[in-house]
């Protein structure tokens, strides 16, 4: 399987640059794992929608994938408490 390209959108962009900067590095370093494996341990699809989610510490990941153009896109990183609002 080859390397999915990751995409991250200007809401989650803005996102990660409001974290604290250490758990931006950690968060910016799992957005990275993604694309050679989008569905890693841990990671669950969302019910209802076609996104999945990943955990990094107290935030979350949330992500579509699009296997037919090999496509990770990053829709929201936010804190647990309002990552699903």
Known sequence: MGAYSVLITRSAEREIE???TPM???VVRRIEALSGD???QGSQKLA???KYRV???DYRIVYTIEDSVVTVTVVRVA???DVYR
Request: overall charge positive; cysteine-free.
């Open 18 to 20: 409001r974290l604290p």
């Open 55 to 57: 955990r990094q510490g």
């Open 38 to 40: 989008p569905r890693p």
């Open 24 to 26: 931006r590095r950690l």
């Open 48 to 50: 209802g929608e076609d």
């Open 79 to 81: 804190h647990r408490s």
